[in-house]
């Protein structure tokens, strides 16, 4: 399968703790976004890259996420300190540089802080 | 930001036609999008339309476009009890990369 895969795909934490995602987008595709969904809304913007570099971040992403897609590969997203209303679906996708094409989403990672 | 508006359900028999709307927001997006969501499952893909476009044919899948209103639909014909999931419009925003989605309308498909 050369979808987009994200790891893992469920994670519980507790509050405080500091946790970190995986996504590894199509391969040929250089742009990479981060998006997150809570319960009845759609999915909402956080990050975008073009390969490596990080171009634009929402005022969703607060001091304590950091992305990072260190080759123009695959990319990390980082919490801190989480907190319950971090709590949410985190959704990567990826597109080649045709916007027309549109973006590609991976499966997601449901985070649950306790 | 805005709200892309979409209705929040939508029930109807298997076999029949299903029309989807959504009002978006951005009248410069070059973009609009539909995608579905099935229960546990990332987003799919469905379509997209060019804004200079008026209607899109694809199998299945109608889309039309009223750019004047800022309106998009998607109908679905001969609708199966697969298409039953959630269906979500975006556009895509002026930054010319994020996708701002409505929060989705789900498609119950009945027998």
């Known amino acids: 399968d050369t979808g987009v895969s994200q790891d893992p795909r469920h994670k519980i934490t507790k509050r405080g703790q500091n946790v970190t995602f995986r996504c590894d987008p199509i391969?040929?595709?250089?742009?990479l976004y981060w998006y997150r969904q809570t319960l009845g809304q759609g999915p909402e913007f956080l990050t975008y890259?073009?390969?490596?570099?990080?171009?634009?971040k929402s005022r969703l992403l607060s001091d304590r996420f950091s992305a990072e897609r260190p080759k123009g590969s695959f990319s990390t997203l980082e919490i801190q300190r989480t907190e319950q209303g971090d709590s949410a679906m985190y959704l990567c996708?990826?597109?080649?540089?045709?916007?027309?094409?549109?973006?590609?989403f991976g499966p997601g990672t449901r985070l649950t802080v306790t | 930001g805005e709200d892309v508006e979409q209705s929040l359900f939508l029930s109807v028999r298997e076999g029949d036609s299903s029309v989807i709307n959504c009002t978006y927001t951005?009248?410069?997006?070059?973009?609009l999008y539909w995608y579905k969501q099935e229960p546990g499952a990332g987003l799919q893909l469905l379509t997209y339309i060019f804004s200079n476009m008026d209607m899109k044919q694809d199998q299945r899948l109608t889309v039309l476009l009223n750019k004047k209103d800022k309106h998009l639909s998607l109908r679905i014909a001969d609708t199966q009890t697969g298409d039953s999931a959630i269906y979500f419009c975006?556009?895509?925003?002026?930054?010319?990369?994020?996708?701002?989605f409505g929060k989705g309308t789900s498609l119950l498909v009945t027998p």
């Open positions: 975006a556009e895509i925003l002026n930054s010319g990369y994020a996708l701002n």
């Open positions: 890259f073009q390969n490596e570099a990080q171009l634009e």
């Open positions: 391969s040929e595709h250089n742009r």
């Open positions: 951005d009248s410069s997006s070059t973009y």
């Open positions: 996708a990826s597109s080649p540089i045709l916007d027309s094409l549109g973006q590609y």
